[in-house]
Each structure stands twice: as C-alpha cells, then as structure tokens.
C-alpha cells in the first residue's frame, strides 16, 4: 500500500515568534522555518512502515510557497520517495488543506494517510479530523503507537488521563502525538539523493478546491506579559508565603 | 444563537471541562447540550443541572461509550440542522471530534477559544500562545472549541434544562474501541487541579523525582506534572507533561521545581495564578515569569518545605 504524508514548512520550533508592531501577524522575515515538529514524525512512522513491508511508497505532499520545496526535500532525504507541492503564497485554513488532500487521496489511493496532530504556527489541530470527515474514513489521532494487522489499524491515542486504542478499518487517517517515535537525521549521502528525487509542483486550482480563508483575522497581538515577583530568601519564607495563599 | 455543547463525561458523571465550555457558549446565545453515551442517563441529568441550560439532547447507544468521532459526528451534525453553534470543551475528545464535525458542515472550526469578542469573533492562541489572534468567522454555522483554563466554570448545579431523547444513526461502522489504560491515581486531575507540583530534568531519574516531589504533592493535595525535558528523560509517564506539546494548565499554584522554564514549558502554565519556583540557578528564565521564587538546591529545599508544611 501508498502511505501519503502530509507537511508543513513552519517557524523553527527553537525560534521564539515576535508579533508584528502593526499588529497584523508574526514576523516571519529572516526567520528560520524547518519541518513542523510533528510532520516529521509522520514521516519517520511511514518511513518504518515501509521498512517493516507493511507499505511501498510513501508520498510527501506540501501546501505551501515555492520554499516548501526545501521541507519536502527534508521528507525525500528522510526515506520518502516522492513528493507533491501544492503551491501558493495564501495562507491555506485547514479545511482547504483537507480538500487538497482529499482530492489527493482519490488519485493516489492510500491505505494510510499520516499527519502531524498539529503544526506549531496556527496550532489548529484539524487537519487530520476534517480529511477523515471529507473521505469518510476513520481517524486515530494523536497516535503514540501504530500497528497495521491485516485490513485494520491499531491505533494507540495519547488521551487526557492516559492512552486509550482503537482499532480502524484500512484505509485510515493518523495523526501522531511526540512519543510515536523519535525521527531520524538525514545522512548526507541520502540528502544528495533526495535531489534526483520526483518532486511534481501543481496548484489548488489543479484540484478545483477554492481555498478562500472562512476566517479573517482582525489583529495579532502579544500575550499579556507576566512580571517577575518576588524571590524569598529561604524555606521559611515560602511557607509564609504559601500560608497567605492559604495552601498550607 | 442557539449553540450545542458537547458534554464530556464517562457515561457516569459530567466531566468539569463541559463547565467551561457552558460559560463560553453562553456567551454566544441559548446553551442545548448533547449527552452521548452508553447507559449515561445519569450524566444526561446531571447535565440538565448545570446552571442555565436549556434543553439536553441524549442519544443513548452502545455506539456512542466511547465517544468515537466517526459514531458522534453524524450524530452532531444531525443536531446542527437546528442549532448555531457547536462548542466542545479543548479536551483530547473535543479535539477528536469537533473538526469532523466541522468539515461535515463544511466550516472552519475556530480552535481553542481564549474569550469571546462578538457573534463571530474570538480569540485563541498561535505559536503556542507566544501570540494571541482575533479572528471572526465568515461561516453561517460556528464550530468551536474551548480553551478551559480562559472560562470560569458554570454552577454544576441550580439549572432545570430538559432531557430529550435522540436518535442518531449510532455505529458507523468504521472503527471500535479496543481498550485503554487510564493512569489510576488519589491524586487530582492535572487539568483541573487548584495547585500543582511540577518537577523538571534537575530531578535526576525517576526514583528521585518520586521521592522528592510527591511527598510535597501529596502535603499540598496536589496534582503532579513534569517538564518535557523530565519526560523524555523518562522519569514520569508523557501524560504528566505540562507545556505546549503537553497539557496546558491554569492551577491557583504552580510549583514549578527544577524546572529552567523554557519557552515550551511556560506555554503551558504561564496562565497559573500565581508561580512559584524553586531553582538553583538565579538566572533560569523560569524567575521572570514567577511570582515567588527561592533559589535553592532542590534536594534540600523541597525536603525542608515538605517538612514544615
């Protein structure tokens, strides 16, 4: 079977984000953007599937700028074997992503679709749920464990009180929670290949989905800022001090 | 407006996240709840006594104990022919089930609200909440999920809504509940604990952190958290993480020991009442955000303080 992997080129998650002083977003100028943290789990998760023989391709596939080339080179030189960029400057809402994908999905056929749960700009966690939802197909979201038996998925969920399983009819949507795996570093040699890698550009237009945002974003704007209190000199200080915050 | 509020329960009683999600959702117009579940017609009364419900859907089904998205979701948009508005708590299962829902309405879902500004504008949190956007939705329908640490908890009690029965086409045939391991403990939920006692990597390995931080949780009846440098250093289980790729939390007291406070961390609790650090460095970045702060070698102090409370 195909393994689809979807990818979103995001901010670093090592750079701290500044809002614009003009209040109509982050400044993403000069800043440095890599793979968001939780697609490249999807990535090395298809990738071992592939490698237990549990798959036989595995596709990455981007929304994004023409610079979302460079994150699909990153999924190519990590294992994965070809990639699709559907590009556009617009910010795309999760929904449209899902059409895209949808439409991407009938052409290619996949048993899997694997996504990060969330990307760490927009923070939505929707991606996954609403392309299970267009396909109707089952979702296992924020996976900690994935085990293909069969027709049927095993699906391990990182949920509130702990880990719940469920298991889902092939094919299926995943979205991986952090402790599915630790990803892999590309070697060199392998990033040398990925550039001779297939890697087909194409637009929305191409799938016919109209990636209108629903939402407009009036400001963008700072958290309220926390200031420093006050440090206590010892042990008996801070039960004082907890004793006022009637704890103790 | 008329809004639909998922209700989070385990088939026995109303879970405090659904509280939340009621004081969001009345912000917006009439608040209707929805019970799904197996055998939860207890949940389904409690529910109706939740101050200032309206009417309660219960659609009671084998199909719907484990809240599957792709059994629910039907069920939902169904309800949705005649509601504005649905708002799910920003719980594991609202976030499972909501953008399904959303997607079958063909709406964005606007995630994890912060507060209410109009009809169609809210704001939440991006960048892991390094910034706060306000958006406003153009759709005819709202989708939206609720950040429970943003909204006080309605009153549990003093409603006098009406159960109504449901039906809805229950299971969908596409996934079943295998099994889950739900960590037991005395100890309260990290999500909704008034004070919690979180440790970080400085506590050595799990043994230590075991002996040093929940002897002082358990004084303060506390819940207990970790940093995610602790988990991964695999001294507490993932679900004890605090921080943006872990639970975000808003107790009355954070303790935070041995904890640097890097920018992940601090996504998650920097919404505490009041923080209170205990860290050997004087320069962790932890200091700048907390209220109290003793810099001190952990193994002493919190031994110390464990004792004197």
Same mark, same amino acid.
């Given at each position: 079977?195909?393994?689809?992997?979807?990818?979103?080129?995001?901010?670093?998650?090592?750079?701290?984000?500044?809002?614009?002083?003009?209040?109509?977003?982050?400044?993403?100028?000069?800043?440095?953007?890599?793979?968001?943290?939780?697609?490249?789990?999807?990535?090395?998760?298809?990738?071992?599937?592939?490698?237990?023989?549990?798959?036989?391709?595995?596709?990455?596939?981007?929304?994004?700028?023409?610079?979302?080339?460079?994150?699909?080179?990153?999924?190519?030189?990590?294992?994965?074997?070809?990639?699709?960029?559907?590009?556009?400057?617009?910010?795309?809402?999760?929904?449209?992503?899902?059409?895209?994908?949808?439409?991407?999905?009938?052409?290619?056929?996949?048993?899997?679709?694997?996504?990060?749960?969330?990307?760490?700009?927009?923070?939505?966690?929707?991606?996954?749920?609403?392309?299970?939802?267009?396909?109707?197909? #089952?979702?296992?979201?924020?996976?900690? &464990? =994935?085990?293909?038996?069969?027709?049927? +998925? !095993?699906?391990?969920? %990182?949920?509130?009180?702990?880990?719940?399983?469920?298991?889902?009819?092939?094919?299926?949507?995943?979205?991986?929670?952090?402790?599915?795996?630790?990803?892999?570093?590309?070697?060199?040699?392998?990033?040398?290949?990925?550039?001779?890698?297939?890697?087909?550009?194409?637009?929305?237009?191409?799938?016919?989905?109209?990636?209108?945002?629903?939402?407009?974003?009036?400001?963008?704007?700072?958290? #309220?800022?926390?200031?420093?209190?006050? &440090? =206590?000199?010892?042990?008996?200080?801070? +039960? !004082?001090?907890?004793? %006022?915050?009637?704890?103790? | 407006?008329?809004?639909?509020?998922?209700?989070?329960?385990?088939?026995?009683?109303?879970?405090?996240?659904?509280?939340?999600?009621?004081?969001?959702?009345?912000?917006?117009?009439?608040?209707?709840?929805?019970?799904?579940?197996?055998?939860?017609?207890?949940?389904?009364?409690?529910?109706?006594?939740?101050?200032?419900?309206?009417?309660?859907?219960?659609?009671?089904?084998?199909?719907?104990?484990?809240?599957?998205?792709?059994?629910?979701?039907?069920?939902?948009?169904?309800?949705?022919?005649?509601?504005?508005?649905?708002?799910?708590?920003?719980?594991?299962?609202?976030?499972?089930?909501?953008?399904?829902?959303?997607?079958?309405?063909?709406?964005?879902?606007?995630?994890?609200?912060?507060?209410?500004?109009?009809?169609?504008?809210?704001?939440?949190?991006?960048?892991?909440?390094?910034?706060?956007?306000?958006?406003?939705?153009?759709?005819?329908?709202?989708?939206?999920?609720?950040?429970?640490?943003?909204?006080?908890?309605?009153?549990?009690?003093?409603?006098?809504?009406?159960?109504?029965?449901?039906?809805?086409?229950?299971?969908?045939?596409?996934?079943?509940?295998?099994?889950?391991?739900?960590?037991?403990?005395?100890?309260?939920?990290?999500?909704?604990?008034?004070?919690?006692?979180?440790?970080?990597?400085?506590?050595?390995?799990?043994?230590?952190?075991?002996?040093?931080?929940?002897?002082?949780?358990?004084?303060?009846?506390?819940?207990?958290?970790?940093?995610?440098?602790?988990?991964?250093?695999?001294?507490?289980?993932?679900?004890?993480?605090?921080?943006?790729?872990?639970?975000?939390?808003?107790?009355?007291?954070?303790?935070?020991?041995?904890?640097?406070?890097?920018?992940?961390?601090?996504?998650?609790?920097?919404?505490?009442?009041?923080?209170?650090?205990?860290?050997?460095?004087?320069?962790?970045?932890?200091?700048?955000?907390?209220?109290?702060?003793?810099?001190?070698?952990?193994?002493?102090?919190?031994?110390?303080?464990?004792?004197?409370?």
């Amino acid at each position: 079977m195909k393994i689809i992997v979807p990818v979103k080129r995001v901010i670093d998650y090592n750079v701290k984000p500044r809002v614009k002083a003009d209040g109509t977003g982050v400044d993403l100028a000069n800043v440095k953007m890599s793979m968001n943290p939780f697609d490249e789990i999807a990535v090395e998760e298809a990738i071992r599937l592939k490698e237990a023989g549990k798959a036989e391709e595995v596709i990455a596939v981007s929304v994004g700028p023409t610079k979302a080339q460079e994150t699909l080179r990153t999924a190519l030189a990590m294992g994965a074997d070809r990639a699709i960029l559907i590009e556009t400057d617009a910010e795309v809402e999760p929904l449209a992503v899902a059409k895209i994908l949808k439409a991407i999905v009938g052409e290619e056929n996949p048993g899997l679709v694997i996504l990060g749960k969330q990307a760490i700009d927009d923070d939505s966690n929707q991606t996954g749920q609403m392309l299970a939802a267009l396909l109707g197909r #089952p979702q296992g979201t924020f996976a900690s &464990k =994935v085990v293909i038996e069969g027709d049927s +998925v !095993a699906v391990t969920r %990182e949920v509130d009180g702990g880990l719940e399983t469920v298991k889902l009819s092939l094919p299926a949507i995943v979205t991986t929670d952090l402790r599915l795996n630790e990803p892999r570093y590309a070697s060199l040699p392998n990033i040398m290949k990925a550039k001779k890698k297939q890697l087909d550009v194409k637009s929305p237009a191409d799938y016919g989905v109209d990636i209108t945002p629903r939402l407009k974003t009036l400001k963008v704007a700072e958290p #309220p800022v926390r200031v420093a209190g006050i &440090k =206590v000199a010892d042990v008996d200080g801070l +039960v !004082a001090k907890l004793k %006022e915050l009637g704890v103790a | 407006m008329k809004t639909l509020v998922w209700v989070e329960h385990d088939n026995a009683s109303v879970k405090d996240a659904t509280l939340s999600a009621v004081t969001a959702a009345a912000k917006l117009g009439e608040v209707h709840l929805l019970v799904a579940g197996s055998g939860a017609r207890a949940v389904a009364d409690a529910a109706a006594q939740i101050a200032g419900v309206g009417k309660v859907h219960f659609a009671d089904d084998a199909a719907y104990e484990h809240a599957l998205a792709e059994n629910v979701a039907p069920l939902i948009v169904d309800l949705m022919g005649h509601h504005d508005a649905f708002v799910a708590p920003a719980t594991t299962t609202g976030k499972n089930v909501a953008p399904r829902v959303a997607a079958l309405l063909d709406v964005a879902q606007i995630s994890d609200i912060l507060s209410v500004e109009g009809e169609k504008t809210f704001t939440r949190p991006i960048y892991a909440g390094n910034a706060i956007a306000t958006v406003e939705s153009s759709d005819a329908k709202l989708v939206i999920t609720v950040r429970g640490t943003a909204f006080a908890k309605a009153e549990a009690t003093g409603g006098s809504g009406v159960v109504e029965d449901v039906t809805g086409a229950g299971d969908a045939g596409l996934s079943s509940f295998v099994g889950a391991e739900i960590a037991k403990s005395e100890r309260p939920e990290l999500t909704s604990a008034k004070i919690i006692v979180s440790g970080g990597r400085a506590l050595k390995d799990s043994e230590t952190f075991e002996a040093t931080i929940l002897p002082l949780a358990d004084k303060l009846g506390a819940a207990v958290g970790a940093s995610r440098a602790a988990v991964d250093a695999g001294y507490v289980p993932n679900d004890y993480q605090v921080g943006q790729t872990g639970k975000i939390v808003a107790p009355e007291v954070y303790i935070a020991v041995g904890i640097s406070g890097a920018i992940q961390h601090l996504a998650g609790m920097k919404d505490s009442k009041t923080i209170i650090a205990i860290n050997k460095d004087e320069d962790a970045p932890i200091f700048q955000v907390a209220d109290i702060g003793l810099v001190a070698d952990l193994f002493n102090a919190v031994p110390e303080l464990t004792g004197k409370l």
